[in-house]
């Protein structure tokens, strides 16, 4: 049974450009967050989809924006990148809600020159 | 979400019971405590989660005080594999329960 997987494992880009990075949840999930993570630091929230529609929304400006397509699968798009936005960002899945906990991808890393 | 506070560094010697508490002192009643690790370069890996009662699984157990204020994970025979960062959160029972808020976490090292 195959986890959460992204891709690509590595992205750089200069400042100014968009990325689009993707995500496919754990089999049986519906729900998926992205996290941004700063080295030497925690994931922050970005946001969240269930029903192919965001649910929450942490602290990220409008640059960060997303999309979960019939599958479930998800992508995250940045545009307008600022070197701050070189992070590591994780995809998360869970099933529909509830206490079950979530599981998480290796995530993108993504440098910014 | 409730806030965890957790000691930001901790030494374990290989063999013995690594035990890493964490205080969510804030804690609502509809909340549950969830623990993770990450190992460097890997996305953070589920460990355990409780609402109230202890938890045991088969790669720890999760020891939450009778007021829920605080909890500690327990790794029974830490092995050099177990140093990674370690993270409590605690969070709310939603249909659409996505988010999931990460302090600095604990990190465990594990020696020889």
């Given at each position: 049974?195959?986890?959460?997987?992204?891709?690509?494992?590595?992205?750089?880009?200069?400042?100014?450009?968009?990325?689009?990075?993707?995500?496919?949840?754990?089999?049986?999930?519906?729900?998926?967050?992205?996290?941004?993570?700063?080295?030497?630091?925690?994931?922050?929230?970005?946001?969240?989809?269930?029903?192919?529609?965001?649910?929450?929304?942490?602290?990220?400006?409008?640059?960060?924006?997303?999309?979960?397509?019939?599958?479930?699968?998800?992508?995250?798009?940045?545009?307008?990148?600022?070197?701050?936005?070189?992070?590591?960002?994780?995809?998360?899945?869970?099933?529909?809600?509830?206490?079950?906990?979530?599981?998480?991808?290796?995530?993108?890393?993504?440098?910014?020159? | 979400?409730?806030?965890?506070?957790?000691?930001?560094?901790?030494?374990?010697?290989?063999?013995?019971?690594?035990?890493?508490?964490?205080?969510?002192?804030?804690?609502?009643?509809?909340?549950?405590?969830?623990?993770?690790?990450?190992?460097?370069?890997?996305?953070?890996?589920?460990?355990?989660?409780?609402?109230?009662?202890?938890?045991?699984?088969?790669?720890?157990?999760?020891?939450?005080?009778e007021d829920r204020k605080s909890s500690t994970l327990i790794l029974?025979?830490?092995?050099?594999?177990?140093?990674?960062?370690?993270?409590?959160?605690?969070?709310?029972?939603?249909?659409?329960?996505?988010?999931?808020?990460?302090?600095?976490?604990?990190?465990?090292?594990?020696?020889?």
């Open positions: 049974d195959a986890g959460v997987t992204q891709s690509p494992t590595h992205l750089i880009k200069t400042r100014g450009q968009q990325v689009t990075l993707r995500c496919s949840p754990k089999s049986g999930h519906d729900t998926v967050s992205w996290y941004q993570q700063a080295l030497g630091q925690g994931p922050q929230f970005i946001f969240q989809y269930y029903e192919e529609e965001e649910r929450q929304r942490g602290n990220f400006p409008d640059r960060f924006s997303g999309h979960q397509f019939p599958n479930y699968s998800s992508e995250l798009n940045v545009n307008a990148l600022l070197l701050g936005d070189s992070a590591l960002y994780l995809c998360a899945s869970s099933p529909g809600g509830g206490y079950q906990p979530q599981h998480f991808g290796d995530g993108t890393r993504l440098s910014i020159l | 979400d409730a806030k965890t506070t957790q000691p930001p560094s901790m030494d374990c010697a290989e063999g013995r019971a690594a035990n890493l508490p964490c205080n969510h002192s804030t804690i609502s009643g509809n909340e549950y405590v969830y623990w993770y690790r990450q190992i460097h370069s890997q996305g953070p890996q589920y460990i355990i989660h409780g609402l109230k009662n202890n938890e045991t699984n088969e790669m720890a157990s999760l020891i939450i005080t029974p025979h830490a092995t050099l594999r177990d140093t990674a960062v370690y993270y409590c959160i605690v969070r709310v029972y939603n249909t659409n329960a996505g988010k999931s808020t990460f302090g600095d976490g604990t990190t465990l090292t594990v020696k020889p």
